[in-house]
């Protein structure tokens, strides 16, 4: 098989590279490792869900010095389609230092604000508005009772019924994954679309990526291999696997050596009122008072979801279903301040080794966030705050509360959780730490660019998927001009 350019992954980086170039008229093609599948297939049991849409079932672990467990989705719009649809621009100041860290051209905020602008309007983002479900509604409350920033949170949701099951892919196509509106609009744009190809290796001829080669996961042709050339191949597979398959195919400089990740401790607060917490959308408050070095919002609660976060504090009254309907889960979450790095598998479970070192910041950060936290939802009324972290004990008064202003969560009995990884292949025009230049393409080859959450320079300190896909569209832009005066040019 042959193409002009060939798009490897569907989630939010390569599903804005293949509509934008697809609608700039060239011929693309998408390989995505994961399997296709309908909003009729959407919002079954979490089981199931994680089983069909998400990397390795969900139990992708981080080692490092706090062990951390992440997940990220392995089907047709990637992540996006078991996210939950938060939606931040990050502050301007944070661009500006990276353009100052990593000497990144094109990308202040005046730089990507049409960007930032055109994907909030192609995915309708939005408040959820009023009456809020009741565990966002007591969430307010104690950010009132703080006096502390904050506020509702836009999602690219627009018209979510409540069903919470975003993490189960949204049975109502409220929330705009790739696969409901942008990545079919490609495919009308021409863009051949793949599911079931997993990308194992670049191809090489020289220092040009002629292709790639990928493994069929699926039908009858499961188990073969086979070879697609391209003329330009845009590497979107996500954070771990991008610079996996870099690796694999010899790329090495700067790859997979500075991820990035934002750590969430999760909290589970019980209130004298009914919450019915898994009845309604997670909890849409997010506390910026401490922002960028914590964050603080709601979290997923399912049955199942809170047997895991209270599992680490065993307590016999969570096993009483009444008293889980008094409950409801918040995070609290840091910048990410520490460093990782990626590896391709060595022992051929295709499965990433990920590292991350945790830095004492990070920890003072969890700490005095969790301390806050603890106090707002008290605040709200909550009786009982209970980290999911092993053995801490909870919190049930002001003075619970204070005592982690004052020092540090023990980091051996941390149980933390991510679905924000990044950076770890940088983009910018610092050659030394940067794999690509500030526009994706990967120094050292030619033909070859990346264009997704991989090529953040550093932490956006907020949720990452606008600003994916804000870079995503302005890199594509670029080559399309850039092959406009290449044609042109005499
Ligand atoms: C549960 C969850 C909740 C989240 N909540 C939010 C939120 O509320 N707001 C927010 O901004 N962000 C959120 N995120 C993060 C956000 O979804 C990601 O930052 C974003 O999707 C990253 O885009 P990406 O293109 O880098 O990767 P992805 O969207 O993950 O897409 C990568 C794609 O590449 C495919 N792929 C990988 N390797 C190969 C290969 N070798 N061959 C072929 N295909 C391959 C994968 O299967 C996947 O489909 C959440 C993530 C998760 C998992
Ligand atoms: S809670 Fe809203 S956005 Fe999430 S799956 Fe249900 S309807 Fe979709």
Request: aromatic share 8%; net charge positive.
């Amino acid at each position: 098989m042959k193409t002009d350019v060939l798009v490897i992954g569907s989630g939010a980086g390569g599903t804005v590279t293949a509509l934008t170039l697809a609608e700039g008229g060239r011929e693309v093609v998408v390989l995505e490792e994961g399997a296709r599948y309908s909003t009729a297939d959407y919002g079954r049991t979490p089981t199931m869900a994680m089983g069909r849409m998400f990397r390795a079932r969900g139990m992708n672990p981080i080692m490092g010095s706090v062990p951390v467990a992440y997940a990220e989705g392995c089907c047709v719009g990637g992540s996006t389609e078991i996210n939950s649809g938060f939606w931040s621009r990050p502050p301007a100041d944070l661009l500006a230092h990276w353009k100052y860290e990593f000497n990144l051209a094109d990308a202040s905020e005046s730089d990507l604000i049409e960007h930032y602008g055109w994907a909030e309007r192609e995915l309708g983002v939005g408040l959820f508005g009023r009456p809020w479900p009741p565990s966002t509604a007591v969430f307010d409350r104690g950010l009132q009772a703080m006096g502390w920033k904050g506020g509702e949170q836009p999602r690219a949701a627009p018209g979510c019924s409540n069903t919470n099951t975003c993490a189960q892919g949204c049975p109502t196509a409220a929330k705009q994954g790739m696969s409901v509106q942008l990545l079919p609009r490609a495919e009308r744009a021409g863009a051949r679309v793949l599911a079931g190809y997993r990308v194992e290796r670049l191809l090489r001829a020289g220092a040009r990526i002629r292709g790639v080669r990928a493994r069929i996961l699926d039908g009858e042709d499961a188990g073969r291999r086979v070879e697609i050339a391209a003329e330009h191949v845009f590497v979107c597979c996500g954070p771990t696997e991008t610079p996996a398959l870099l690796r694999r195919s010899g790329i090495t400089h700067a790859v997979g050596n500075t991820l990035g990740l934002h750590p969430y401790l999760k909290v589970v607060a019980r209130f004298p009122e009914i919450i019915d917490a898994d009845k309604s959308v997670m909890p849409l408050i997010q506390v910026k008072e401490f922002s960028p070095d914590v964050t603080m919002g709601g979290a997923y609660f399912t049955p199942g979801h809170a047997a895991v976060m209270l599992n680490e504090n065993p307590m016999e009254e969570a096993r009483d279903r009444e008293v889980r309907r008094h409950m409801a889960a918040y995070y609290v979450g840091v910048r990410g301040t520490g460093r990782g790095s990626v590896r391709p598998s060595w022992i051929g479970d295709g499965l990433p080794r990920i590292h991350y070192w945790m830095s004492r910041e990070d920890v003072t950060n969890l700490s005095r966030g969790f301390a806050q936290m603890s106090r707002l939802l008290l605040a709200a009324g909550a009786e009982v705050v209970y980290p999911a972290s092993f053995g801490l004990p909870p919190v049930r008064s002001e003075a619970d509360a204070r005592a982690w202003l004052e020092r540090d969560l023990p980091w051996t009995d941390l149980a933390l959780q991510t679905v924000h990884l990044f950076s770890s292949c940088p983009i910018g025009e610092r050659p030394e730490r940067c794999v690509a230049d500030s526009f994706g393409r990967v120094r050292g080859v030619t033909g070859l660019s990346i264009n997704d959450a991989s090529m953040l320079p550093d932490s956006p300190g907020v949720n990452p998927q606008a600003t994916v896909m804000a870079m995503a569209r302005r890199n594509a832009l670029e080559f399309l001009r850039r092959a406009a005066r290449v044609v042109v040019a005499p």
